[in-house]
């Protein structure tokens, strides 16, 4: 499986960004789903994760209220929708499968990364 991440760039505070993640490679029919991000000088934290068939949905404290995930089955996407922005939303931002469904925020759980996306709250 490979993920492509992308819709990341620079945003003024309280504006809004769409995070998609394409899925190649397989068609991705169960498994979990998660977006992470990382800051310099911090470790890599869970966003959003969604599971494949249940749907079930989990996000961070930080994001919550302010970020919505969500798939399209048949196009093979994964999108996170952010609103509200803040400075320190600042981060690359990362896509992640893994074969279980069951949502973790370990990042060690995830065996398949995208590239990464860079998102920059600034005024």
Known sequence: VQL??????LVQPGGSLRLSCAISG???SSGT???FRQA????REFVAGINWTGGQ?????PVKGRCTISK???????????????PEDTAVYYCASKNFELI????????????????TVSS
């Open 4 to 9: 492509q991440a992308s819709g990341g760039g």
């Open 72 to 86: 399209d089955n048949a196009k093979n996407m994964v999108y996170l929708q952010m609103n509200n922005l803040k």
């Open 40 to 43: 310099p000088g911090k470790e």
């Open 33 to 35: 789903m998660g977006w």
């Open 104 to 119: 973790v925020s370990s990042p060690d759980a995830y065996g398949n990364w995208g590239q990464g996306t860079q998102v």
């Open 26 to 28: 397989r068609t991705f």
């Open 57 to 61: 949905i989990r996000y961070a404290d």
